[in-house]
């Protein structure tokens, strides 16, 4: 190759790096996706809700609607469903959901004590939750602010037989200030803390009359 053929070849080598670094540095960046919480704040205790703080109620499992069980918010519009844009869950809606169920238990006054699996031998009942609707449904169009629905299957069992002794469905719903994904966490937080106070009250008398023992006469 001549002096001049060199040249010209590491030109021509130079200007395609220049052209395609210019063009990688055209290329649109990712907009960051905002990660979300629900359940930070305290759930209100409903007044019927006044059992002895000694009792204790064992977490059992928590299963979960399977489209809702990740980290990305679920929206319904009829009978399409798809995951908001541009935010997420901080953790999986389970995790989530797990960690705000525990706390509204200890923060509710009077409430019984909820502990995990570990705790079962310390237990007068054990609490499983089916998690049947985790979403914020667009009833009035996609461009219209949504409504949150959380719909809940509970049931206690006795610790040592566990023979069911009540279930019942809980459901909450929560309309967002507006059509923000801000807004539609706080919807999401103002349905599970409605949810968390009835499920408190209710788990609570029945571990109450778990505590009490039989009359003899």
Same mark, same amino acid.
């Given at each position: 190759?001549?002096?001049?053929?060199?040249?010209?070849?590491?030109?021509?080598?130079?200007?395609?790096?220049?052209?395609?670094? *210019?063009?990688?540095?055209? /290329?649109?960046?990712?907009?960051?996706?905002? &990660?979300?919480?629900?359940?930070?704040?305290?759930?209100?205790?409903?007044?019927? %809700?006044?059992?002895? #703080?000694?009792?204790?109620?064992? =977490? +059992?499992?928590?299963?979960? !609607?399977?489209?809702?069980?990740?980290? =990305?918010?679920?929206?319904?519009?009829?009978?399409?469903?798809?995951?908001?844009? *541009?935010?997420?869950?901080?953790?999986?809606?389970?995790?989530?959901?797990?960690?705000?169920?525990?706390?509204?238990?200890?923060?509710? #006054? *009077?409430?019984?004590?909820?502990?995990?699996?570990?705790? @079962?031998?310390?237990?007068?009942?054990? /609490?499983?939750?089916?998690?049947?609707?985790?979403?914020?449904?667009? !009833?009035?169009? =996609?461009?219209?602010?949504?409504?949150?629905?959380?719909? @809940?299957? %509970? @049931?206690? @069992?006795?610790?040592?037989?566990?023979?069911?002794?009540?279930?019942?469905?809980?459901?909450?719903?929560?309309?967002?200030?507006?059509?923000?994904? +801000?807004?539609?966490?706080?919807?999401?937080?103002?349905? &599970?803390?409605?949810?968390? %106070?009835?499920?408190? *009250?209710?788990?609570? +008398?029945?571990? $109450?009359?778990?505590?009490?023992? %039989? $009359?003899? !006469?």
């Amino acid at each position: 190759m001549t002096l001049n053929g060199s040249f010209a070849k590491a030109a021509l080598t130079a200007a395609l790096c220049v052209a395609l670094g *210019g063009c990688v540095s055209l /290329l649109p960046k990712a907009k960051p996706v905002q &990660l979300y919480r629900f359940g930070a704040a305290t759930a209100p205790v409903s007044e019927a %809700a006044a059992p002895a #703080p000694a009792l204790t109620i064992a =977490r +059992g499992n928590i299963d979960f !609607d399977s489209a809702a069980a990740t980290d =990305r918010i679920l929206t319904v519009a009829g009978s399409d469903a798809a995951y908001i844009a *541009g935010g997420r869950w901080v953790s999986p809606a389970p995790v989530l959901f797990q960690e705000a169920l525990m706390r509204a238990f200890q923060a509710a #006054p *009077g409430a019984p004590r909820l502990v995990d699996r570990g705790g @079962v031998s310390r237990a007068s009942l054990v /609490l499983t939750l089916d998690v049947q609707a985790f979403e914020a449904r667009y !009833d009035n169009g =996609r461009g219209k602010a949504p409504q949150v629905a959380v719909q @809940v299957h %509970a @049931v206690l @069992v006795g610790r040592g037989d566990g023979k069911p002794v009540g279930e019942k469905i809980f459901t909450a719903t929560a309309r967002a200030g507006d059509n923000r994904i +801000g807004a539609i966490v706080d919807a999401y937080d103002q349905a &599970l803390g409605a949810l968390f %106070a009835d499920l408190i *009250g209710w788990s609570g +008398g029945f571990a $109450s009359q778990a505590a009490t023992p %039989a $009359s003899t !006469d």
